[in-house]
């Protein structure tokens, strides 16, 4: 074993250079270093001649963490190191020889240190099993002659180095199991009447929910007016929320709806319906305004619920159908999507509404139908514009006063040229 001496320290170490404190510290790490060595191959022979028998232990790492005041734990990461790097014997007497004796040679002198004798060890159990010995004897060779002046990433490097060369076609490739997906949602009702919305979505689910946010979250073109869509881009993508909701209610496989936008629970009288004033309930959660609840009854099934003064329900009126299959795919033909002038909007992101309103006992037919993208309906329910049917039996637009003072009809050219 080489005998390696601290230097003599200077009585005040403040008045010591910056070459004379480098070299003091790289031999202070050294002295440790090669005292690690010793006191590993003092531990390797307790291991070999059996703690038990010595001292009375059940393995040297108990015995070893008593002597050093160590954790058992501490004292484990220690003795096993020590066994690795020296020979020890088997049971029947015959000497098993060390993991990586290039490595406890290397040790030996102080050029190593354990974290990049952990390393070593590490790599060394990566190696494939069916590594011949001779092999893993020079994997760890150079692995040993790399590391006194070597980082880390350098010996990540020679590790992958070394699979490559003892392991040229690597492991065969395992189909990975795929991980369940997290998606979370909560909704619920505040105390204002609005809905608040909160979810968390995996890496895949909300790149899918973006993009389909973002497609129809498009401003919209500029009008033949010259207005422009003013919508701050958290209103697009709430408005965009609520047609792809639209979309996936309108389908006919959707359970519980039937292919119809909304099941609207009538909770006033036809006549207050027919007037716009009052309030309706829909599907039983929160109110709504009777304006809101016709511009709802466009497109849905109606059921009317008659109250009497009281409260109590006089009627309930049946199930209503209003615009068939067939008459929607008429109406997807003829209009070719939102029929408002200027606006392009396909057949899917449209509502069928009716001209003369149904609670005004305006018929559901072709020449009583339009279809109108969801901001164009509400404009129509709730602004100046007024639509009509053509005598050529194609919708056109009255515009308002304030617009267009003669009121000239205008239609949609942009579905069909």
């Not at 869509?229 to 709430?238: T, Y």
Request: include cysteine; charged fraction near 25%.
């Amino acid at each position: 074993m080489s005998e390696t001496f601290l230097p003599e320290l200077p009585q005040e170490l403040w008045r010591a250079g910056k070459l004379e404190l480098a070299h003091g510290v790289l031999q202070s790490l050294r002295v440790i270093r090669v005292a690690t060595a010793g006191l590993g191959r003092f531990l390797a022979e307790v291991e070999s001649r059996g703690a038990k028998d010595l001292f009375g232990h059940g393995s040297t790492a108990s015995w070893f963490a008593e002597m050093a005041g160590l954790s058992r734990g501490e004292a484990g990461a220690v003795v096993k190191r020590a066994i690795a790097l020296n020979p020890t014997r088997n049971l029947d007497g015959t000497e098993a020889p060390a993991v990586a004796p290039e490595t406890a040679a290397v040790a030996a002198e102080g050029l190593v240190g354990d974290e990049r004798i952990d390393q070593i060890l590490e790599i060394l159990k990566r190696l494939p099993a069916d590594t011949s010995a001779e092999d893993r004897a020079v994997a760890e060779k150079i692995l040993a002659n790399l590391a006194p002046n070597a980082g880390p990433h350098q010996l990540v490097d020679a590790e992958a180095k070394l699979l490559g060369w003892l392991d040229p076609d690597g492991k065969e490739p395992k189909e990975p199991e795929p991980k369940e997906p997290r998606r979370e949602i909560t909704l619920e009702r505040r105390r204002d009447g609005f809905w608040k919305l909160t979810g968390l979505l995996d890496d895949e689910t909300g790149a899918r929910t973006a993009a389909a946010l973002e497609a129809y979250a498009q401003p919209r073109p500029v009008d033949e007016f010259g207005q422009a869509d003013l919508r701050m881009k958290c209103e697009r993508l709430g408005d965009a929320w609520a047609e792809l909701l639209d979309l996936a209610i309108a389908c006919p496989d959707q359970p519980g709806t039937s292919g119809y936008r909304t099941l609207v629970h009538v909770t006033i009288g036809l006549d207050e319906l027919k007037s716009g004033l009052g309030t309706a309930c829909l599907d039983f959660v929160g109110t709504m305004t009777a304006r809101e609840a016709r511009l709802a009854a466009c497109d849905c099934l109606m059921l009317p619920v008659v109250m009497s003064a009281a409260g109590e329900p006089l009627d309930v009126g049946r199930l209503r159908r209003f615009v068939t299959p067939g008459q929607r795919r008429a109406l997807n033909i003829r209009d070719g999507g939102c029929a408002f002038p200027g606006c392009h909007r396909k057949p899917k992101n449209c509502h069928a509404h009716h001209i003369e309103h149904w609670a005004d006992g305006g018929p559901t037919d072709l020449r009583n139908l339009v279809l109108l993208c969801g901001f164009h309906h509400r404009l129509i329910h709730h602004g100046d514009w007024e639509v009509r049917m053509a005598a050529d039996g194609l919708p056109e637009f009255i515009p308002p006063q304030y617009r267009d003072p003669l009121r000239q009809p205008r239609r949609n050219t942009l579905h069909h040229r």
